[in-house]
């Protein structure tokens, strides 16, 4: 049995995954007379592959339950995926690097903190979006239109389970 | 003097402006093994005009002070731009229609609810976004890259007043 250990989200540690969206440690600039610092291009938006354009959603997730078995993985190969919390609470995701399949003892559990989105790089194995707690929204980041199937999915006959986190 | 009164955010009287990022009214879809609601495509981006790239950043903004004079407007010529609150609290947005310049009387002040997000479509004068209190992020979607000047600014002699506004 492989159990998940969770671990604090920084740019760092999830560079090989995707962009973590946040102000905290990144460079600003003030527009607007004064009355806003603008801090830009905090995610890779990589939307356009095979005639696709970028799109905004709103995902309305249901809680997991913990103990979580983790099932299945899935990965977009021909976009970017990203997600903020439209409540501004911390959320949990779950990441494998980009190979043939999400190695078990590759995967990683980060704790998104209530400031911080994310935003996965394409071809990036990740778990669905799930609220760790109640119904929430999300804001989605991706692709729409364009042609090409731009999901893989991965199950998992190990068990992989991530353990009961308070947030 | 023109004093602007405000107007509750509707997708119908938004439509000449741009967009209302938002669930209500709109359908969805279910995905990840039904524990999802998914309302796609809430908004155009539209910001590949001349090799520009969708982006996401986030605006710090300042609070304004009312009641607040409109001493200036804005429009993008080269893309839309979204503003979706971080904190999930109500903001205003101050529009008029897409012309050589703003025409006062046809100014529109429009309180965004608090489950909602504005996108200007191209070319439609706005306001610099302001907090309406306390300082406020705001989750921005707009362009980056790209050729091409994509701010004109229209400055009032007119006097043209926002009251005080209770969120």
């Avoid at 199950?155 to 947030?167: C, D, Y």
């Amino acid at each position: 049995m492989k159990v998940l250990i969770p671990e604090p989200l920084t740019a760092e540690a999830f560079a090989p995954f995707g962009d973590v969206i946040e102000r905290a440690g990144r460079d600003s600039y003030t527009i607007n007379y004064g009355k806003t610092a603008r801090y830009s291009d905090l995610a890779l938006l990589d939307t356009l592959e095979n005639g696709g354009k970028p799109t905004v959603s709103i995902f309305r997730s249901q809680p997991a339950v913990f103990p979580l078995r983790i099932l299945v993985m899935e990965r977009h190969p021909l976009s970017s995926q990203g997600f903020i919390s439209m409540e501004r609470l911390p959320f949990l995701t779950i990441v494998a690097p980009r190979a043939e399949r999400p190695e078990v003892d590759k995967i990683r559990l980060f704790v998104v903190g209530a400031h911080q989105g994310i935003n996965y790089h394409r071809g990036v194995w990740h778990h669905y979006l799930f609220s760790p707690a109640g119904e929430r929204d999300f804001l989605c980041l991706d692709r729409s239109g364009g042609v090409g199937k731009n999901c893989d999915e991965h199950h998992f006959e190990e068990e992989i389970i991530v353990g009961v986190i308070a947030l």
